[in-house]
């Protein structure tokens, strides 16, 4: 009667019975490079710019995945503020490239 209780049995063996904790199935992850051929010519820039687009299931799908590794990486635009959205996303990639042709 104290077996079925757990009186004698051994720690090991109850830990062997025990449930194990789920293991997550590893997340495979892409990085990509991409060139981008700027032309030294500064466009006129006395006005700003706004966008306004339907994205393809593909475009959508992707850039949010762009904007979750962002968010995960605590990734911040040049005003301090934190990229946690697909908007933010999209103004960090263009800070990016920015920073690239200027150097």
Do not use: C
Not at 64 to 91: I, S, W
Request: net charge neutral; no cysteine.
């Amino acid at each position: 009667m104290l077996e079925q209780f757990g009186g004698t049995e051994q720690p090991a063996e109850r830990e062997a019975r025990a449930p194990q904790p789920a293991v997550k199935p590893a997340v495979k992850t892409s990085a990509v490079l991409i060139e981008v051929p700027i032309s030294p010519e500064l466009p006129p820039t006395q006005f700003g710019v706004h966008i306004d687009t339907h994205l393809t299931g593909i475009q959508a799908t992707t850039i949010r995945q762009v904007a979750a590794q962002l968010d995960r990486r605590l990734a911040v635009l040049k005003n301090g503020k934190r990229v946690v959205n697909v908007t933010d996303a999209v103004k960090y990639l263009i800070e990016l490239i920015a920073a690239e042709t200027r150097a």
